[in-house]
């Protein structure tokens, strides 16, 4: 088996939206903001090569969208889904398996793209299987008003009507019977309704592909909880568990959107638990 970071393009989000409650004094000193008080922002996947599977987490936002949407999110640099597979030798036919941590456009975006002559959409991975679960699903195809502008119908619909949307259930691994990937996920509900956190065992250690629980290395501190979050409350119970859990059983966390760090590893210091090391993915890995 082995893994493959995949860069699928940088933007920029407003850094008080980012921190919620946390004071912009405490939160620049670690993501700082540009004269818009907007920070720096990865959308990073993680690539599973294993055996004859292919399976990408996440696919970031695509380009299928206007101007008038991408002008919102500010991109920047030069990543890009297809050149990051390009660069590990595989191309999105090779992807047989698409897991979704939730269904929010930067996570999900890059799944479904405009067909030949631009009347319609279809998958951007015509020959993979895309995982999400029930509950999630029904959560973002009948949205409440707070999270409408992040489900998009033209990335969720298309993917029902390919036939290659299938759901994960609560126990078990999703990929079993496909392989011997160990794959393991842990439900939480307080940025949306069953965001997937995947852990996965490899080389000897246990990889958490971190999603927007912990969305940057910024955001480690108990209380920093971004103001997207359904129910922050709820995040803070989610999150206390899973750093302890973290810090216990020494995760090492993919980052998903911290565009400087890939992961992360914790420690409990007598502020509470705080960042330990920085790694980049070749480091540990390669």
């Not at 980012?18 to 993680?46: E, H, Q, Y």
């Not at 036939?163 to 307080?190: C, H, M, W, Y």
Request: aromatic content about 12%.
């Amino acid at each position: 088996m082995k893994l493959y970071p995949i860069e699928s393009g940088n933007f920029k989000l407003d850094g008080g939206a980012m921190f919620g409650v946390v004071p912009k004094s405490i939160w620049n000193r670690t993501n700082p903001a540009d004269s818009n008080n907007m920070i720096d922002m990865a959308a990073r996947c993680l690539l599973i090569e294993n055996g004859d599977r292919l399976t990408l987490i996440d696919t970031g936002m695509g380009n299928k969208q206007s101007d008038k949407f991408f002008g919102y999110y500010y991109r920047w640099g030069d990543h890009s889904l297809d050149k990051s597979l390009k660069k590990y030798g595989f191309h999105r036919d090779d992807i047989t398996d698409v897991f979704l941590t939730h269904l929010h456009f930067d996570h999900c975006g890059g799944s479904i793209q405009w067909n030949k002559d631009r009347t319609g959409y279809e998958p951007a991975f015509k020959n993979a299987v895309f995982w999400t679960n029930k509950a999630h699903w029904q959560w973002a195809t009948e949205p409440n008003a707070r999270e409408k502008a992040s489900f998009l119908t033209e990335n969720l619909i298309p993917m029902q009507e390919s036939g290659q949307l299938r759901f994960v259930e609560r126990t078990g691994n999703p990929f079993a019977e496909k392989s011997e990937l160990d794959f393991g996920i842990l439900f939480v509900d307080g940025h949306t309704e069953k965001q997937m956190i995947p852990h996965i065992n490899y080389k000897n250690k246990t990889l958490v592909f971190a999603a927007d629980l912990l969305p940057t290395a910024g955001h480690i501190p108990l209380p920093y909880v971004m103001g997207y979050d359904t129910r922050p409350l709820l995040t803070l119970s989610e999150k206390a568990l899973f750093l302890d859990k973290a810090v216990k059983d020494d995760y090492y966390l993919f980052l998903e959107h911290d565009a400087h760090n890939q992961i992360c590893t914790l420690q409990t210091t007598d502020k509470g638990i705080r960042l330990k090391e920085i790694h980049t993915f070749a480091q540990l890995f390669e």
